[in-house]
Structures are given as structure tokens and as C-alpha cells.
């Protein structure tokens, strides 16, 4: 299975921005579907974007508009820039990755927004 790790996580003030990163141990091309999830405290695990091998993006509607998913196959990297960060965007992100039924999951970056 391939291996993920995020970064990128951080304290913002309410109206900024993050970018987060998710390098994987190996190449990224033939996976089908990456993507970030986040879970905030005491709530279930959400999606937040994908993106598919064919570069299809898709996006919960609460992050439409503010946030934008993309992926580097050069660099085997999977970014979600963040802007108008809400304080309601304050969650654990992690970082998934699908190829066939097999599915792999990073270990999260904590991202905190202030209002």
C-alpha cells in the first residue's frame, strides 16, 4: 500500500490561507482517486475534495469556491490550497488515496482557525 504523509497544517486567523501537501511513497500515476478528508472533534470523518487519475475534481459543497484540490504525478504529490479559511474548517485533515479496492490513509495535519 502506499504511504502518505501530509503537512502543512497550522494556526490561521479566520479569512487566510493554508496549503496543505500529501507526498506519497511512490508514484501517484495509475491511482485511481486521491483526495483529503477531515474530521473535527466529536464529528464523523467528512470528504472534502477528490481528484481522480483524469484529473476530475469534486468538492463538498461547504469548501466550493474557497478551496481547490490538485495533484503533481511528477512529484507524487496531492495539494489542497485552502482560502477564506471559516473557523468551522478547523478539523484534522487527512490525506487518501484509492487504487482498485485498496485504500490508504495519511496520518493527518491539524489545521485551527481562529475567529
Known amino acids: 500500500q502506499v504511504q502518505l504523509v501530509e503537512s502543512g497544517g497550522d494556526l490561521v486567523q479566520a479569512g487566510g490561507s493554508l496549503r496543505l501537501s500529501c507526498a506519497a511513497s511512490e508514484t501517484i500515476f495509475s491511482i485511481n482517486t486521491m483526495g483529503w478528508y477531515r474530521q473535527a472533534p466529536g464529528k464523523q470523518r467528512e470528504l472534502v475534495a477528490i481528484v481522480t487519475s483524469g484529473n476530475n475534481r469534486n468538492y463538498t459543497d461547504s469548501v466550493k469556491g474557497r478551496f481547490t484540490i490538485s495533484r503533481d504525478n511528477a512529484k507524487n504529490t496531492v495539494y489542497l490550497q485552502m482560502n477564506s479559511l471559516k473557523p468551522e474548517d478547523t478539523a484534522v485533515y487527512y490525506c487518501?488515496?484509492?487504487?482498485?479496492?485498496?485504500?490508504?490513509w495519511g496520518q493527518g495535519t491539524q489545521v485551527t482557525v481562529s475567529s
Open positions: 487518501y488515496a484509492k487504487r482498485g479496492n485498496f485504500a490508504s
